[in-house]
């Protein structure tokens, strides 16, 4: 949980731990905020929070690991993409991973698009240049000239190597 969310509670505990990142830094938390409870449908969950101080504000600002999996008696069927969670007495929550996957895991991000902004931009630079051998000189023929001349210039350049 990052710090500015965190700032809402008071009953920080004091911990001597570190935390070993999926990018292998090491990041020393804030404090840990115990028995936090965490409302799903109408079952409260008492969890343990790790606080870090975090400059960039996440999207999503809480991360439940595996101490809240086993609190909520998780099952987790990875074949047919389910998760049941067993809350309360009689209360158990079905997660249907497939439907929810459907939709891009990374918000905001098309990197296709961004790619063909590239493209766009050097074949656009390719155009206003009137210099072919210029052209030839400095661009990538990796995709091909738009320009024949272009072309014609890059295989007299090879045939002299």
């Not at 292998?24 to 969950?45: T, W």
Request: proline share 5%.
């Amino acid at each position: 949980m990052p710090l500015s969310v965190a700032k809402r509670f008071t009953k920080y505990k004091p911990k001597n731990i570190y935390l070993v990142l999926a990018d292998r830094s090491i990041k020393l938390p804030y404090a840990l905020l115990a028995d936090l409870p965490i409302r799903i449908g109408h079952v409260e969950i008492p969890t343990d929070f790790v606080v870090l101080e975090i400059y960039e504000e996440p999207r999503d600002p809480l991360i439940l690991g595996r101490l809240f999996l086993a609190t909520a008696r998780a099952i987790i069927d990875v074949r047919n993409g389910k998760i049941d969670l067993k809350i309360g007495k009689n209360v158990i929550m079905k997660f249907d991973i497939d439907k929810v996957m459907k939709k891009p895991t990374i918000g905001g991000q098309l990197f296709r698009i961004e790619e063909m902004n590239l493209l766009a931009e050097e074949m656009l630079e390719e155009l206003v240049e009137k210099d072919h051998l210029k052209t030839a000189l400095t661009k990538n023929s990796e995709n091909g000239y738009l320009h024949s001349e272009a072309s014609s210039y890059e295989k007299i350049m090879d045939s002299r190597k």
